[in-house]
């Protein structure tokens, strides 16, 4: 059975088959041979063959899985559980293990094969243990000099944590490509990965003058990115691209669209008031023009959002009452004062 429960972790880029099958081989250990015996002489350990280095590694007794560790073993296809071993409970066996994966795993992060995206997986996903830091720590060191292929390899894997640490250390290299990152950032789908990699396109447009680089932002679904492109946009001398933006579903993207606007300008307000007089739109495009008039209009705004009361989309219905609210709120302010 070993064998097959083998060829399942290795298939997976998953760091909890590994983590798995040393648990498991570890309890069989102890159910058929007992706790390890306190003596001072380890069992001896010579494993020939790649089973009975498994077991071996997640053997019970830590003076097996220390010798185990041994640099004259060929650890390489067993490399999660050697990232595993680095946050053994026992030091002696931790620094057994930390002691090769140095070279094991920059040897791993050459060609981008599923043995290296597991063994990076397994050190993101022991991080938060204790003892977890130090592959993370050597990860941090490694990645940066990882190949492009192996980088882009890692970026697509479905783990939040994994391609934050690869973003970290592909963004800053001299040979990152700019259409690459525009790549990756449309398909990314994790906030503070976006908001990296948006700031580094928006770096480079601004140094290279070259707007065009933030117009594919534009469009993003993330309301990070389309806020990070209009402001760098603007900066650049293009404010005219935030009347587009006024009337947006993010309150962010609105602020910098009526910053954008006055910058060209123009009066966010009485676009917003034009907007809406007499607006029959039946989506939800129309709630972000509300709301957008409570950001910028006056007291005298709030009956121009009333008739949205009765509206046929609970969303515009309610973007229409926090509007109205506001708004009469700055009335009753003034009143006071």
């Known amino acids: 059975m070993i064998p097959d429960e083998l060829h399942q972790a290795r298939q997976s880029t998953n760091a909890r088959p590994w983590l798995k099958l040393d648990e498991q081989l570890r309890l069989n250990d102890i159910e058929e041979h007992g706790y390890p015996a306190r003596h001072p002489t380890p069992p001896p ?18 003076r097996i899985r220390e010798a185990a560790l041994h640099p004259a073993n060929d650890l390489s296809p067993l490399l999660p559980l050697v990232v595993i071993r ?4 026992a030091k002696p066996v931790r620094d057994a293990a930390r002691a090769v994966l140095p070279n094991l795993l920059r040897d791993a992060l050459q060609t981008p094969t599923t043995n290296a995206a597991t063994a990076v997986l397994t050190a993101t996903h022991l991080a938060a243990r204790r003892r977890g830091d130090f592959v993370l720590d050597l990860l941090a060191q490694l990645l940066p000099d990882a190949p492009p292929n192996v980088l882009a390899a890692l970026r697509t894997l479905d783990d939040r944590y994994t391609r934050r640490l690869v973003y970290q250390a592909w963004l800053p290299r001299p040979d990152t490509r700019v259409q690459d990152v525009l ?5 990314e ?36 990115l389309r806020a990070l492109a209009l402001t760098a946009l603007v900066r650049l001398g293009n404010p005219e691209r935030g009347r587009a933006f006024l009337g947006d579903r993010s309150a962010p993207v609105r602020a910098v669209a009526q910053w954008a606007a006055r910058r060209a300008g123009d009066d966010p307000a009485h676009h917003y008031r034009t907007a ?5 739109d039946q989506t939800t495009a129309v709630a972000g023009l509300i709301l957008g008039l409570a950001e910028s209009g006056g007291r005298d705004d709030a009956e121009a959002v009333a008739p949205f009361f009765q509206h046929t989309l609970p969303r515009v219905r309610a973007a229409a009452v926090r509007a109205y609210s506001a708004l009469r709120g700055q009335a009753r302010s003034g009143a006071r004062c």
């Open 189 to 224: 789908s994790d906030t503070r990965c976006r908001t990296w990699a948006g700031e580094y396109i928006a770096a480079q447009a601004t140094a290279r003058h070259r707007p065009d680089l933030m117009e594919p932002l534009l469009p993003s679904s993330g309301s990070d």
């Open 276 to 280: 809406l007089a007499g607006n029959e």
């Open 86 to 89: 680095a946050a053994d409970w």
């Open 45 to 62: 350990v010579t494993p020939t063959t790649e089973t009975a280095l498994l077991l071996a590694l997640c053997s019970a007794d830590g």
């Open 183 to 187: 790549d990756a950032v449309q398909k």
